[in-house]
RNA sequence: GGCCCCAUGGUCAAGCGGUUAAGACGUCGCCCUCUCAAGGCGAAGUCAGGGGUUCAACUCCCCUUGGGGCUACCA
């Protein structure tokens, strides 16, 4: 950009999980500072006490690790201008603050929340703007020393002076333009001491270099008062590049209502980070070209501020799946395995990673790759090859195997199957071929008795898959299986 | 209520005054096929409305409508 190395920082609030929004944010960031050969900070900014906690920052930590989002300066990785966590830079706002209380442009407000409250329902009933009166600019020093005998703690307000015009010259927005006079004097440092996140963030990204502030639209709105911090401690602000929101499927912020909107969700889910990222990045910004995969590194390659969406984009899990999808099917059969392991163990199909052989497992695993959007879904994928027995998944299956050649056609299988050398894809299909041939029935009336013979199911993968990885014994086993089943059901059936 | 942002198919989107208005997801159909998927091929479907500006508007301006955000001692 102009010569200067890029700075940018991701600054989340440690009162929750990582949002899929705040990931595109860090993202975005971090894409910028991996294009320009820039620094990527990572910022805590734990101001609101009640809702901050230590666990919330590992959670934000792991799932900025996990994507590979990882920061080159800030929290745990030092840099000089440490520290990153905000409770630890009381200091630091406290001596700007004595500035700004110093020159007049902040002063202390004894108002309580009683009284900010009955302001605002009165500005409102009245039709006017709820913004704070300023009552407590001018206080004398009788009605201060009144005020602090009652005990009461004063907050800090910021003093906006009237009739400004603050312009915001966004990377994405382009000029947006703000009256003063629509803003309240608005607090910087609470009653206890705590900068406000306003204030914070301005101080921090003054300080800091940060170059580039790339975070939600959400924030627009809160820049202007952001502008008046900088403005009143003569710090030059950064550029700005507001991005669009991310929105559930009935058009309003993600929320939790909206499903899994946590980025440890779709990581449990054994959805991939290269898919994650991919698609994340395709919300709200179009590659030149008209390719829609991405690896990380493609994607920094790629990435260009200018080509970010003003509009808010809905979040379409439909898609997701299909682009991590696209990163599955890239996976070697051992990186897919890892991938699925946990979910196979914790689906309970595998009891421990040494009830099956690993070969057998590696294979089998192997043939849910170009079938499934995320390693969640491979347990159902596979369940046929674990269970020997089963039930029939219909009236309509059982029928299959009730037809009168079915027996015939399972008996000369079995036979077929005792004979064969080896079971291997091709040799199944000469078998199966044979099997046709010598029965003289059509295709179909062949392969379905088989298939539910051994699956219990009219549907699933090709025969010539499933028998190889099946191995004679079990076949024959659950033909056998299969078979007592249907005479069980003759015996004792009412028809 | 005030201020700010946004507006191309169901969804993500390209477009940046002259195009048959790309592409992708999804949907539907066909092919492949023992089945289900996958895959291949194809189809339907969009410029929110109204005014301007212009020889010419999806593109520029205004209004309306709709959606969203901010207006907190939350960030």
Same mark, same amino acid.
């Given at each position: +950009? ?37 620094? @990527? ?5 734990? !101001? ?9 920052? #590992? ?27 905000? !409770? ?69 307000? @910021? ?15 382009? #000029? ?31 300080? +800091? ?15 202007? *008062?952001?502008?008046?911090?900088? *403005? ?7 550029? @700005? ?31 991939? *980070? ?19 995969? @991405? ?106 195997? +009730? ?26 299909? !000469? ?16 392969? +379905? ?12 993968? #090709?025969? !010539? ?31």
């Amino acid at each position: +950009m102009e010569g200067k190395q890029v700075r940018v920082r991701f600054a989340p609030s440690p009162t929750g999980p990582l949002h899929i929004g705040g990931a595109r944010s860090a993202l975005f960031n971090w894409l910028l500072a991996k294009k320009t050969g820039g620094k @990527f900070i990572l910022r805590i900014e734990d !101001t609101d006490l009640e809702r901050s906690s230590a666990e919330s920052e #590992e959670g934000i930590k792991d799932a900025l690790r996990w994507l590979g989002l990882t920061w080159d300066e800030g929290i745990d990785a030092g840099g000089e201008y440490a520290p990153y966590r905000q !409770t630890e830079r009381i200091k630091v706002y406290e001596e700007y603050t004595r500035k700004l209380v110093g020159s007049g442009q902040a002063y202390h407000c004894f108002c309580s929340d009683e009284e900010l409250n009955q302001e605002r329902q009165a500005a409102l009933v009245k039709g006017q703007a709820p913004k704070y009166s300023g009552k407590c600019r001018r206080l004398d020093a009788a009605r201060r020393d009144l005020y602090e005998k009652e005990g009461r703690k004063p907050a800090v307000r @910021f003093l906006v002076p009237p009739d400004q015009t603050i312009v915001i010259d966004d990377l994405v927005r382009g #000029e947006v333009v703000f009256d003063s006079n629509g803003i309240g004097d608005f607090i910087i440092v609470k009653s206890d001491g705590i900068p406000t996140y306003n204030y914070a963030v301005a101080i921090d990204d003054a300080l +800091m270099a940060i170059t580039h502030v790339i975070r939600g639209e959400e924030h627009l709105s809160n820049t202007p *008062r952001q502008a008046l911090v900088y *403005r009143g401690l003569g710090f030059t602000p950064p550029k @700005f590049a507001h991005i669009s929101l991310i929105l559930g499927k009935d058009r309003s912020k993600m929320s939790k209502r909206h499903g899994a909107t946590s980025v440890e969700l779709y990581r449990r889910q054994g959805y991939l *980070r290269e898919g994650l990222l991919n698609f994340l990045a395709l919300l709200g910004w179009a590659p030149p070209a008209e390719r829609e995969i @991405f690896t990380a590194a493609e994607l920094v390659e790629q990435f260009s501020l200018a080509h970010c969406a003003k509009s808010p984009a809905i979040f379409d899990p439909e898609k997701l799946n299909w682009i991590n999808a696209q990163h599955i099917r890239k996976l070697s059969d051992e990186e897919f395995y890892a991938l699925a392991l946990p979910q196979l163990l914790g689906s309970g199909l595998l009891p421990n990673e040494e009830t099956r052989e690993k070969s057998w497992l590696l294979k089998v695993v192997a043939t849910a790759r170009e079938h499934v959007s995320y390693a969640a879904q491979v347990p159902e994928h596979i369940r046929l090859y674990f269970e020997d027995e089963f039930d029939f998944e219909s009236e309509e299956a059982k029928a299959v195997l +009730m037809e009168e050649d079915a027996g015939k056609v399972l008996s000369s299988f079995k036979l077929l199957v005792n004979a064969a050398k080896d079971l291997t894809p091709s040799g199944v299909q !000469t078998v199966l071929k044979e099997l046709v041939k010598s029965s003289g029935l059509p295709g179909k009336k062949v392969y +379905m008795p088989v298939r539910v013979a051994i699956t219990g199911r009219m549907h699933g993968p #090709e025969l !010539t898959q499933i028998i190889p990885l099946l191995g004679r014994p079990a076949l024959i086993k659950r033909v056998d299986y299969s078979l007592s089943k249907i005479s069980a059901e003759r015996a004792g059936g009412t028809e």
